[in-house]
């Protein structure tokens, strides 16, 4: 049994496989199926200060290995979490990261100096890449200022562990990833959904009910892996990258690109076991190549 | 509701593959353990479609019938898309990687109510968890009546076996067997007196079941199938916009009291 401990800033998690915002709930919705305590960490879905009733119907289609979604950060809001979710949960053996989002600075901030009040709440990633909101969102993660805008706002008030979400859709998304580490995030995780969208050749409309969406599954995964790489060559914080991880050798291919750690979303769609699989894959895979912490293959694709 | 129920991940093997009428097929599953786990009627599976980059995500079906001895799992499919097309296409002996069962089902009359007279209203393959919510109510004493509607007879399916729980009321559009019209044409919302009206079909067709009952003061349940990903209340795709605000079809329905949705 190898060493399966990652470190993301002061956070520890016993293996580096996390779930991703918006594809796992709180967890607990996942609680029969799989043993919750086996997952690094699971990071709850986006929480905004106010409740959201997010966009209408429809709001899912399926496309090739993939699936798109407009959501837009249905939610209950921050107080909701607080008083009816965070008692649920804290009791469970894994790290809870929520995902925070917001319109402006000044309420990503507010909800994230909510989280920092729940002593098991050690990090939180905010998301400032979420595709299907007309304000906030996407908004602030496209350029260097928005970001540095949002991040700096939280950071101020935040001691814990701050991840940043950042969007693949941008023209470089290394020079957003460097303007966050400069407001002082500790990690950027990444990547968020691809804006995309399909037409239902019937009814000659398009699907989603906002028309777009956001990208998941596989079908973006050479997409993930490249910015992975990308920015772990230039950022010094912890990279967590996700994008279409379907299974351990996926999950793998991250870490040796740079990811400290990995999200997986979609994929708890088709297995909701798939988490507690990967990490017994990532752990065969360690011992197989004779190593004994994860933390030595991290990045081991950028050496020669 | 009957959020105790507890999910599974479970490898069902096909046991008999029938196809009723043309594009409906009725999937017979087994466990090798002999006994499938407890499910309720109205509750679905998400069921692990292979083989294809377009059948990505597992598809909702929801539960035909457990058997009374809960050795046999059956679902009706009608083969319209990638997904059921697939299904369509299983042999004896393949299995089917299924997760369920999820959701909350009807709402069953508690034992003490002896003037309980259900009306289970399906259309198409909507009528299939009114099979399993008859075969419940049978076992609880009370005779449900069925009113099942098609565009013509073929699209009837389980006949013999509605007949075995109840009294069954047919419609078709084009009259081949039963009344011509829709369901909610029926002469038996006339003639008959119900305490309970349970709906599953077209959406169209349940929107005017509710009003139908909501007129005649019977309280009413319907089964929503709004396309899901996750089908477990993690994603928030399946929403529908109620009383309450956007709830999930497939964790806080599928089956919903009519009075909650905007529907009337």
């Not at chain 1, 996942?30 to 919750?36: G, I, R």
């Not at chain 1, 400032?128 to 200022?145: E, K, L």
């Not at chain 1, 040796?256 to 988490?275: H, K, S, Y």
């Not at chain 2, 089908?231 to 916009?241: H, P, Q, R, S």
């Amino acid at each position: 049994m190898s060493q399966l401990t990652t470190n993301i800033g002061a956070l520890t998690l016993k293996n580096p496989v996390m779930t991703a915002s918006g594809t796992f709930g709180y967890g607990i919705e996942f609680e029969d199926l799989v043993d919750l305590t086996g997952i690094g960490g699971i990071i709850v879905k986006g929480t905004t200060l106010e409740p959201r009733q997010g966009n209408p119907y429809p709001r899912m289609a399926e496309t090739a290995h993939g699936m798109l979604n407009c959501v837009g950060l249905q939610n209950k809001g921050a107080d909701y979490f607080c008083r009816n979710i965070y008692p649920k949960i804290k009791d469970i053996d894994t790290q809870f990261i929520v995902n925070v989002s917001g319109s402006s600075p000044e309420t990503y901030a507010e909800c994230a100096a909510m989280m920092a009040e729940l002593e098991r709440i050690k990090g939180i990633e905010l998301n400032i890449s979420c595709p299907n909101v007309r304000q906030g969102g996407m908004a602030f993660g496209t350029s260097c200022s928005g970001a540095s805008s949002v991040v700096k706002a939280v950071r101020a008030v935040y001691p814990n562990t701050l991840i940043v979400k950042l969007s693949p859709n941008v023209t470089d998304i290394a020079e957003i990833a460097r303007a966050v580490e400069a407001e002082g995030a500790d990690s950027v995780s990444l990547i968020n959904t691809l804006m995309g969208m399909a037409i239902d050749v019937e009814r000659q409309r398009p699907v989603l009910s906002i028309n777009t969406g956001g990208l998941s599954g596989p079908a973006v995964k050479p997409v993930a892996l490249r910015m992975v790489w990308q920015v772990f060559e230039a950022v010094k914080i912890p990279v967590v990258g996700l994008g279409g991880i379907m299974n351990a050798t996926d999950a793998i291919e991250f870490l040796l690109a740079g990811a400290r750690a990995v999200e997986i979303g979609t994929a708890n769609f088709i297995d909701p076991a798939v988490t507690v699989k990967v990490v017994k894959g990532i752990n065969d895979y360690l011992d197989r190549h004779g190593y004994d912490r994860v933390e030595n293959i991290i990045g081991l694709a950028h050496k020669q | 509701m009957n959020e105790k129920i507890k999910k599974h991940i479970l490898d069902l093997s096909v046991v008999r593959m029938c196809e009723l009428s043309p594009g409906y097929f009725e999937i017979h599953l087994i466990s090798a353990c002999g006994t499938i786990p407890e499910m309720h009627p109205g509750q679905f599976v998400q069921v692990r479609v292979d083989g294809s980059p377009e059948t990505f995500l597992r598809r909702p079906i929801s539960v035909n019938l457990l058997t009374v001895d809960h050795t046999e799992l059956w679902l009706l499919v009608h083969a319209v898309g990638a997904g059921t097309k697939a299904l369509a296409c299983l042999n004896e002996g393949h299995t089917l990687n299924l997760v369920g069962p999820l959701g909350n089902g009807f709402t069953l009359p508690s034992s003490d109510e002896y003037d309980t007279h259900p009306l289970l209203v399906g259309g198409g393959v909507g009528t299939a968890p009114l099979l399993f919510l008859g075969q419940e109510l049978s076992q609880r004493g009370i005779r449900p009546t069925f009113l099942l509607g098609g565009k013509r007879k073929s699209d009837i399916m389980q006949l013999e076996h509605f007949q075995l729980l109840g009294d069954v009321a047919l419609t078709t559009e084009d009259g081949s067997v039963g009344e011509r019209g829709f369901v909610t044409q029926h002469s038996i919302w006339h003639t008959d007196a119900f305490t309970q009206v349970y709906t599953c079909g077209p959406k169209p067709m349940m929107v005017n079941v509710a009003r139908i009952a909501h007129e005649q003061k019977i309280p009413c349940e319907a089964s929503l199938e709004n396309m899901m990903a996750c089908g477990l209340g993690a994603c928030l795709c399946c929403v529908e916009d109620t009383v309450e605000g956007n709830l999930c079809v497939c964790s806080e329905g599928p089956v919903f009291d009519t009075s909650k949705l905007k529907w009337i």
